[in-house]
C-alpha cells in the first residue's frame, strides 16, 4: 500500500508516487518503519507552496488502517484551513483559522459565527492566523496568546500577541513579540507556541523563506545562524513578551536577548515531554531532509550550513550533514513528511503510547508514532493513516488523541479505543 502523496506542498512535486521507505506494497498503512532508513526522491517538476495543497474528504468514522483497536471520529468539520487549537477550562475548543478567523466549538457544534476581536493578518500563501495556547492561569487572567503573520506580501514578520477572552469575544489585543526583521514574500512563519513549567514562553520562528528570497545580500535562511536576528530561531519570553533572565545569549552582544536555539528552517511542531523534562520539535527540510529535534537551550541546529534537505532543484544545499558543534537530529524523513503539529502522549486510555511522540504529516497525510527510549533515541515509527493534510496534533483532556486538518473543509478529529 503505498502512502497518499500532496502533490501541493512546500516541497518540491514527486514525479512519481512512492512508498515512504520504498519497500512495495508489503507495508501497510500502519506498518512499523526503520527509523534509520533514508530514500531519496526524484527530480520535482514544480516547487509548490505546502498550503496551497488540494481538499481530500475524510470518513466521519472508521476504525484507523492498520489497527483495530483504534477509531477516529470527525468533532467537526467545515473549518477553513485550521491551524492551531486549545481548550477552554470548561471543555470548549478555540480553533484559529489561516484566514484570521477564531471560531469556537461548543459542546462538539462549531459556532457559525467567529470569535470578534482578532486584528488583520497577513493572510497570504503560509501567512495568517496561526497557533493559539491558553495563559497557564488562564482561568484567573483570561489571556490567550496567538501567533500571526503581519504586514504586507513585501514586508512581513511574525509576531506574538495576547489578548483578553471574556467567553464570546476578545479584547485588550497587545502585540508582546514581533521579529526583529521584515522580510518578503508569504514563506516560512514558524509560529508553534509551548509553555514550559517555569511559566516562560517558546515561539518558533521560521528562516524566512527559500531562494531567490534574500535579506542583506545573501540569500534569506543563511539567517538561521546569525544571532542578532530572530529568523531561524526558538525564542523564549516571559508571560508579558520580557526576557527571562536566564536565556542562554543574554550575554552576548552579538545576539538577539529572546534567542533560545537557532539553526531551524520552519519549526511547525513543538512539544514538552514533562516525565523527561524534554522539549521535542519537528521542523519542515526543503526536498527531504524534515526532522525531529530534541531541543536544549543554546544549541545550534546546523541549518542551512548543515543539513539532509538539497535544493528544490535537487542540487546539494550544504557539503556538510554533521558539523561539529551542531546537533544532529534524531530522525530524519527523506522523502519528505512536511511534519506540522506534535504532541507528547501521557493519557492512560492508550497506555502504551505513554511517552511517544505523535507528529502530523501534510504531504504523507497521517500522522507518525514514534517511540522513543529513555535516553531519547527513536526505536519505532508508524504511520496512522488519515487521508487528509495533518495541520495539527495535540492530547485532550479527555485522554485521547486530538487531529486537526488543514482544507477549505478542515476537520478537526478525535482517536478514542474502539471499545471505549
Keep these: 500500500m503505498m502512502f497518499p502523496i500532496d502533490r501541493n506542498r512546500e516541497c518540491p512535486t514527486l514525479t512519481k508516487a512512492c512508498n515512504f521507505l520504498a519497500v512495495g506494497s508489503a507495508i501497510a498503512f500502519l506498518g512499523v518503519m526503520g527509523c534509520t532508513t533514508q ?228 519549526i511547525q511542531g513543538l512539544a514538552f515531554d514533562a516525565s523527561a523534562n524534554r522539549v521535542w520539535a519537528t521542523e519542515h527540510g526543503a526536498r527531504g531532509g524534515d526532522e525531529v529535534n530534541w531541543v536544549e537551550a543554546g544549541k545550534n541546529y546546523g541549518w542551512p550550513v548543515a543539513t539532509h534537505s538539497r535544493e528544490y532543484s535537487g542540487g546539494m544545499i550544504a557539503p556538510e550533514t554533521s558539523l561539529p558543534g551542531m546537533v544532529d537530529p534524531k530522525l530524519i524523513w527523506t522523502p519528505s513528511i512536511a511534519p506540522s503539529g506534535l504532541a507528547v502522549y501521557s493519557g492512560t486510555l492508550f497506555p502504551q503510547w505513554q511517552g511517544n511522540l505523535f507528529a502530523g504529516g501534510l504531504v504523507s497525510q497521517d500522522v507518525r508514532r514514534i517511540e522513543l527510549d529513555e535516553s531519547g533515541k527513536v526505536l519505532n515509527e508508524e504511520s496512522i493513516a488519515i487521508g487528509q493534510r495533518v495541520r495539527d496534533v495535540r492530547q485532550g483532556p479527555d485522554g485521547m488523541l486530538y487531529v486537526l486538518t488543514d482544507a477549505s473543509n478542515g476537520q478537526l478529529i478525535r482517536f478514542e479505543p474502539v471499545n471505549r
Excluded: C
Excluded at 493578518?121 to 492566523?129: D, K, N, P
Design 39 to 266: 530514500v531519496q526522491s526524484e527530480p520535482a517538476t514544480e516547487i509548490p507552496l505546502e498550503e496551497s495543497a488540494t481538499d481530500a474528504p475524510a470518513p466521519s468514522e472508521m476504525a484507523s488502517a492498520g489497527n483495530p483497536n483504534l477509531k477516529s471520529i470527525t468533532v467537526v468539520e467545515n473549518l477553513e484551513h485550521p491551524w492551531g487549537f486549545t481548550w477552554l477550562p470548561e471543555g470548549s475548543i478555540l480553533i484559529t483559522e489561516r484566514s484570521g478567523r477564531l471560531r469556537i466549538v461548543r459542546e462538539g457544534i462549531l459556532d457559525p459565527t467567529p470569535i470578534p476581536g482578532v486584528p488583520e493578518v497577513f493572510a497570504q500563501s503560509q501567512g495568517g492566523l496561526l497557533d493559539i495556547v491558553l495563559h497557564p492561569d488562564f482561568a484567573d487572567n483570561r489571556l490567550i496568546y496567538f501567533t500571526y503573520a503581519h504586514g504586507t506580501s513585501s514586508e512581513n514578520r511574525t509576531r506574538i500577541a495576547r489578548a483578553t477572552f471574556d467567553g464570546s469575544s476578545l479584547s485588550n489585543w497587545q502585540v508582546i513579540f514581533e521579529v526583529s526583521q521584515t522580510k518578503p514574500r508569504g514563506q516560512h512563519f514558524g509560529s508553534r507556541l509551548l509553555w514550559l513549567p517555569d511559566g516562560t514562553l517558546l515561539a518558533s520562528i521560521g528562516d524566512g523563506g527559500n531562494p531567490p528570497v534574500e535579506l542583506e545580500g545573501q540569500f534569506i535562511r543563511q539567517q538561521a545562524q546569525n544571532l542578532g536576528s530572530h529568523l531561524g530561531k526558538i525564542i523564549r519570553i516571559n508571560d508579558d513578551g520580557s526576557i527571562p533572565a536566564d536565556n542562554p545569549f543574554l550575554n552576548n552582544a552579538e545576539a538577539a536577548p529572546e534567542v533560545w536555539s537557532y539553526g531551524h528552517r520552519n
